[in-house]
């Protein structure tokens, strides 16, 4: 780096105020004179003026000094951050704080002004926030984001960077941190108009990622490997042998193969059950446009946390509710040639009636899908939202949109990976007669279309709802990923199939939703249903 001396004040003057502020190229310093560690060698100091935090006046700090070691720390008054002056550390607070070289020439200050090349800033950057994750400091992420991005760096690298601070600090894999990722980054893409809006997603990604990480435990993956075997992944996966599974995956990375290898048996592990209330399917998909979306960085990490997630699913199909789940997947080639009915037929049904309906047209395979899909839109649009309000039910009655949007979105992942593996069409399509059922018993018949469709281009619309996403009001991450995701979802399904019924109820539910906004917390019922739990508790 080519140092930048430039004349920045005289010796004498300093000295008589202590401290004073100069311009020097656009860049306000503030120069200190301190006592050193000898009484007889003064020493110059020079650094930002501005504070890393909020950009108060540093000039206006308070410094105190150890004589014995020469250390000397400057406080900010406005919010007591305190940086080292030997390195620029904040003892207290965040971000560090820029510090120039200074020399002394007779009566003359010299200060070296000259930037350190971009790749140290980004470097640094990057550093920042992933030391800005363990106490989620949602503000300095964003600055930190910002500063990478000044010099020419990616912000994707900085999700890259997040990603693998954060994907051994969940203990049971991955989670909407992740998954959400890909939608955040595509709208920012495509309907950021300003720096800011352009900022704000890789914001909530990173932010996201450092909120379901705070408590910092490390739970480390394995390192061994072993040639990879798709069989043997499946099969590690369904017996939650996370070890044999990691292995597996670290077997295919280290002969050079790349997700697309992986992908096929991470689908058919996913979508093996109705389980996880969808989400193992959904991360399947989320994991494959996030890494397309970072360019196949931070690859190791986002599969062993997606492994991870997949050993752990909870098993929907092993409990009495959806019994009737095994032997409709089983009874499959049998099934029926019954033509599809229309989509109303299936939203009013059990878990065992919906399955059984769907298994007697079971010939009809993919051609099921929009039939299927346009009955949980009717669903979603239908949602009985009283259900939120409700404080007096007990938890199997804890329905909220989450219910229904879910049943979009699994469905979407599940076309995603039924059209690159048709085998797996039988388990998306009956996944889908599990939510059908699930939620039949949920449903305002008063709730009509007219009412809540939108007029106009449906693109449009979602188009609108994801850009008011870039500043939302949500303090829960979970919350605001869900929209994302949901509008990302609702618009591929509509793109994949114009002409169909589904996108009109897709819609038109979307937009009652964001009327009957999700209930974020529910003291009363958590209260009732916990004193109810303990008085029957033996
Ligand atoms: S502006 Fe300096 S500590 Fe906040």
Redesign the pocket.
Known sequence: MTPNWVRAADLDGLMAKGRSVVKLDGKQIALFSVSGDTSDSPEIKACNNR??????P?VE?SLSEDRATGACMLT??????KFDLADGTAAV?GDSLRLYPVKVEGNAIWVDIADPPPEQQIAKALAGVESAMPRHEYDRIAREVARLKKVGGDPATAVSRALAYAHDRLEYGMTHAFAAAPDWLEIGKRLARSDAEILSPYVEVIGHMAWDTMRGTRYPFTDASRPFDPVQLIAAIEEEDEETAIALVNGALDSGLGLDALQPALAQAALAHYQDFGHAIIYVHKASQLSEALDGAALKPLLHSLVRSLVYASREDLIPEFRAYRPAIEGWAEGGNAPPDAPEAYTTLSVAKVLQKIVASAEHGAALYPVLLEAVSRQFLNYRVQMQDRTDNSVSDNINWLDFTHAITSANAGRWAATRDPSLWPAVLLQMGCFLGRNAGHLDPEVHLETWEVDGDPEAFLDDVMRSLFDHSFPEYIVSCHYVKLACAIREEIRHDPAAGHGRFMVAALNRMLAHPIKRKQVLRTATQSLDFVGREG
């Open positions: 504070c890393p935090h909020e950009g108060y540093l700090g900010c008054n406005w919010h007591n951050w607070g």
